[in-house]
C-alpha cells in the first residue's frame, strides 16, 4: 500500500526539471531585456516578452513549492530548494519591475551603459542556466558549481561599476538641466542593478547546497 502511495508522489528528478525550465525563463528574459534596451519600435514587443516570461516563472516557482510540500523525499533540504526557487523567480520579477518603470515613464530610448548593463544580466542568467542542471548530481560538479558562482559574483561586482559610472554620467547630462530625466534614468539604473543583485543571490544559494551536500 505504502509503495503504490509513494508512486504518486513527485519524484526528486521533476525538482530538477522545474529548475531548468525556470532558469530557461530567466535566459529568455534577460535576452529580451536586452533587445528592450536597444530602444526603438521593438520596446512594447520585448515588454511584453519579459512579462509573459515572469508569468511562466510565477507558475514553475508554485509547481516546486507545490511538490516540496507533496514529496517525501526531495534531492536536498526542503528549505534550500524553495529559498533556491524563490531567489531564482526574484530575479526575473526584478525584470518585470524594470518593464515597469519602462512602460510608466514612457521610455523609448536608453544609455550605453544601461545597455551594457543588460549584457551583464545576460550574462548571468546563462551562467545560472548551466549551473542549475549541474545540481542533480552536486558532488560530481561540486567544482564547475563553485566556478560558474564565483563567475555570477564576479559578473555582479562588474555590473555594479557600470551601474556607478552610469549614474556619474546621467547626472552630468541631466542633473542641473533635466531633473526628471535623471531621476527617471536613476530609478531604471537601480531595477538593472537590482536584477543583477538577484543573480547573486542565486549564486549564493547553489554556493550553500554545494557546501551542504559534498
Known amino acids: 500500500m505504502m509503495g503504490w502511495f509513494r508512486a504518486l508522489m513527485p519524484k526528486e528528478e521533476r525538482f530538477f526539471d522545474l529548475f531548468a525550465r525556470h532558469s530557461q525563463t530567466l535566459v529568455a528574459g534577460a535576452d529580451a531585456l536586452e533587445k528592450l534596451l536597444q530602444g526603438g519600435d521593438g520596446v512594447p514587443h520585448y515588454c511584453r516578452i519579459i512579462v509573459e516570461r515572469e508569468q511562466e516563472a510565477d507558475d514553475i516557482t ?11 523525499i526531495t534531492p536536498f533540504d526542503r528549505g534550500d530548494i524553495k529559498d533556491l526557487i524563490q531567489s531564482m523567480d526574484d530575479a526575473i520579477d ?8 519602462i512602460t510608466l515613464y514612457e521610455v523609448g530610448s536608453f544609455d550605453p551603459l544601461m545597455r551594457e548593463m543588460a549584457g551583464t544580466i545576460v550574462e548571468a542568467a546563462r551562467l ?17 558549481l563553485s566556478a560558474l558562482t564565483e563567475e555570477i559574483t564576479r559578473v555582479e561586482g562588474r555590473s555594479d561599476e557600470l551601474h556607478d ?22 530609478e531604471i539604473y537601480g531595477h538593472l542593478e537590482s536584477v ?3 543573480f547573486e543571490d542565486v549564486a549564493n544559494e547553489i554556493s550553500g547546497i554545494v557546501i551542504e551536500n559534498v
Open 165 to 186: 559610472q552610469g549614474l556619474k554620467a546621467l547626472y552630468r547630462e541631466h542633473g542641473r538641466s533635466n531633473p526628471m530625466a535623471y531621476i527617471i534614468g536613476k
Open 94 to 101: 526584478q525584470m518585470q519591475k524594470t518593464v515597469k518603470s
Open 128 to 144: 545560472t542556466a548551466e549551473a542549475i542542471p549541474l545540481l542533480s548530481a552536486v558532488g560530481t560538479h561540486a567544482t564547475r
Open 62 to 72: 508554485r509547481d516546486v513549492l507545490l511538490a516540496v510540500r507533496r514529496s517525501f
Open 196 to 198: 543583477v543583485d538577484r
